[in-house]
């Protein structure tokens, strides 16, 4: 793969060094542009692309997009041998989304030989995910650390689809002072809710059908918010219970940092579950009681000019 540092053409170009990306974003950042990043393991979707082009609506901005298939952040050897790997059709949706830089190292580039350090997360880490994929989120918080010393991106955007990442990711951006400001972009879905993942394409017709319920659960739950945590979680749970063909591993009901949840006010609801031999994760967020209703001002008054 060759370096082309012609940021500014208009043109797509591949990077795998480390050091010349670095040495052209810098120079980028100089010229006065916003350089933004989006890292991902490939395998692009509509999901990808929304975060793309959010990244692209950044004022100045110059998007990276970084395609990396972390052999760190997988607990399952099988799980990373079937991962779909799909560079040209990667790199032909960067260009038909008008992105200029895309860094795909190799594994030998991110991890050469005596790589030793790594950033583990606090206890938020071992929980939810974490549970059943122990050390996913240092392999997750290493890889980034490491794309943002490269790049030293002004903004990351990442999807609220792994929302337990987002926020771990914004957790070690504040503790460690990396200067990125950290962009969460809601989820996409597929017309049945199933959110999209690269994953899905291990789907089989029965286990897409299966998986639509996850998304059905979540909305059920989230329209129970109303009536309190507890009701949350029995109308997610009895929606989970009705489909027979997965196998809950979490639902969780948390506040927005994943902090033990509220008796009121904004929260997520998040599970696990594995269909077939694919597991799927998802969640929303939710509003737990009585919305605050803020009076809106009579037309009258307003037209008035107010105070
Ligand atoms: P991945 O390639 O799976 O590591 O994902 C790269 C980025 O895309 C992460 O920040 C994900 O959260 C985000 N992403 C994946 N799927 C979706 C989706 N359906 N909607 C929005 N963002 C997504």
Known sequence: MATMPRSGSGELSVHDDPAALS???????????TVVLVPTMGALHAGHRALIQAAQATPGASTVVSIFLNPRQFTSQRDFDRYPRRLDA???????????????????????????????????????????????????????????GIISPDRAFLGEKDYQQLVLIQRMVADLHLGVQVVGVPTVRDADGLALSSRNVHLNA???????????????????????PDAVL??????????GALALDYLALRDPALGSPPRRGPARLLLAATVGTTRLI?????????????????????????L
């Open 23 to 33: 040495a052209l974003t810098r120079r980028l950042r100089r010229a006065g542009r």
């Open 90 to 148: 990667d790199l032909a949706m960067c260009r038909a989304e008008g992105v200029e830089l895309v860094f795909a190292p190799s594994v030998e580039t991110m991890y050469p030989p005596g790589f030793a350090t790594t950033v583990t997360p606090g206890a938020l880490g071992a929980e939810l995910e974490g549970t059943s994929r122990p050390g996913h989120f240092t392999g997750v918080l290493t890889v980034v650390a490491a794309l943002f």
């Open 206 to 228: 029965a286990e897409r059908r299966a998986a639509a319920t996850l998304p059905a659960a979540l909305s059920a739950g989230a329209q129970a918010g109303v009536h309190g």
């Open 234 to 243: 029995a109308a997610a749970s009895g929606v989970l219970a009705a489909q």
């Open 282 to 306: 998802d969640n929303v967020g939710l509003h737990l009681g009585i919305p605050e209703v803020v009076p809106d001002v009579a037309p009258e008054v307003k037209g008035r000019g107010g």
